[in-house]
């Protein structure tokens, strides 16, 4: 059989073209034209992926009560009202933007107009960066509710037994720059200035009222209000701050420095941060469930210090979910005298903490694990337990826990906190905590689920 159709004599010889046979001239090129109008019938779902992750987001959202917020709502059948947004929309945008490491709110409202997740989280319901900020900031005890309620709903599934919880502190910086803090006699200062400036803009509003809109005017007049009633706040912890180095200074026999509070954050502290320095900031307390990865509390406070945050912390726990955990586990910070005392007699909670200055101790020729002078049951109990190699080794899940949660908040972006004040600095934790959450429990039931499978 021939291996052409046509006998090869019949095809046309192919002439190798010249490249100066080319025809001289412009080329002509396909050009980007994005002025061009189309047509495109296509719905939100359509446009976003099968597989991405705000359908996760707000599948689990979906699962949580949020009756705290639907209370507050006026708008309500049978009466007048501008329908409300669902708060099912808010809590999906700030945990979706949690995870993507954003914490504006201006810009999460940017995102709501050209982002394609943004806008399938939104569904047509209308985003202004006010509401978005007021919702986070002012809603601290509905955050707390739903932290809770997240917690509780996964014990009674059972993925969440808090048999043993690691606790660790988190050291974020504040929206305040050191050279906000300032003495008293300056405060004072900036608060006659502040006080002045008040006055002064309510008179020139009464003076000549059309040299600016109603809107302006008022902006200007709560700008300088709130600027005054910060440098109130700096003056009364300034005193607070030099009334304990008083103390401190009688004990220690050293004199007391002058103390200095932000008159842009009042309840920031100068203090030490992982890289060497010092800055303003705050301490954030998480407190982990070993088991399932959960962060079962949550608290914000100023002090540079861990030593006392352990025992708020399982009053914390046991308030909430109404048990205690069996362990605790904790690094050097926490394990003082009195938080392993505590822990044992009002909570009966087991604390495991390394040991201090064990090589110091066995170079001068004492024993590590012997009780010393002023130890309580439970500190001598301690002493003896953490010399034995199954403390040594339930003590490595801590890093495995608290250390991963820490990380796990760092890699969504909590390194600088957007907000000013400690109340609303612990919305911002409890939003962090409850994002984790809900993807961990997405995680844990699907491995349920597989496993029934």
Request: charged share 25%; proline share 4%.
């Amino acid at each position: 059989m021939a291996d052409w159709l046509f006998d090869a004599s019949e095809l046309p010889e192919r002439m190798p073209v010249a490249a100066e046979a080319l025809p001289a001239g412009k080329p002509r090129l396909r050009v980007p034209c994005r002025h061009q109008v189309e047509f495109q019938s296509a719905s939100l779902d359509q446009l976003l992926p099968a597989y991405d992750s705000a359908r996760v987001v707000w599948a689990a959202v979906e699962r949580l009560d949020l009756s705290p917020w639907l209370s507050e709502i006026r708008a309500v059948e049978g009466h007048v009202g501008r329908n409300a947004a669902d708060p099912r929309v808010w809590v999906a945008l700030w945990v979706f933007a949690t995870l993507q490491g954003e914490g504006s709110a201006r810009e999460i409202a940017r995102l709501c107009e050209r982002h394609t997740a943004y806008r399938w989280l939104c569904g047509g319901v209308t985003v202004n960066h006010h509401t978005l900020s007021d919702f986070r900031s002012q809603g601290g005890d509905k955050w707390d509710q739903l932290l809770t309620q997240l917690v509780a709903s996964l014990m009674v599934e059972g993925l969440v037994t808090l048999h043993r919880v690691a606790q660790d502190g988190m050291r974020v910086r504040a929206s305040a720059g050191r050279s906000s803090f300032r003495r008293r006699e300056t405060l004072e200062r900036c608060y006659a200035e502040a006080q002045e400036q008040v006055e002064t803009l309510k008179r020139l509003a009464e003076e000549n009222p059309d040299e600016l809109d109603r809107r302006k005017q008022a902006a200007r007049e709560r700008a300088a209000r709130e600027r005054m009633q910060r440098i109130e706040a700096a003056l009364q912890h300034c005193g607070e701050l030099q009334s304990q180095r008083e103390q401190r200074a009688k004990i220690t026999c050293e004199p007391a420095k002058e103390a200095r509070a932000s008159s842009t954050d009042p309840e920031a502290r100068i203090m030490k941060f992982a890289n060497g320095g010092y800055g303003p900031g705050f301490n954030m307390q998480l407190m982990t469930d070993t088991d399932s990865g959960l962060i079962v509390g949550v608290e914000v406070t100023n002090s540079g210090s861990d030593s006392e945050q352990l025992p708020p912390m399982l009053d914390q726990v046991e308030q909430r979910y109404e048990k205690t955990p069996d362990e605790a586990l904790v690094d050097g910070g926490f394990a003082t005298k009195e938080a392993i005392t505590d822990a044992a007699e009002n909570h009966a909670c087991t604390v495991y903490a390394p040991l201090k200055d064990v090589e110091k101790q066995v170079a001068k020729g004492v024993d590590p694990q012997a009780a010393k002078k002023g130890d309580s049951s439970a500190v001598a109990a301690w002493r003896q337990r953490m010399s034995t190699d199954a403390a040594k080794q339930i003590y490595k899940l801590r890093a495995q826990t608290a250390e991963w949660v820490n990380a796990q908040c760092r890699n969504h972006g909590l390194w600088l906190l957007p907000v000013r004040g400690q109340p609303q600095c612990r919305c911002v934790a409890l939003l962090y905590a409850i994002t984790h959450n809900l993807m961990q429990a997405v995680n844990l039931r699907a491995k349920v689920a597989m496993m029934v499978t």
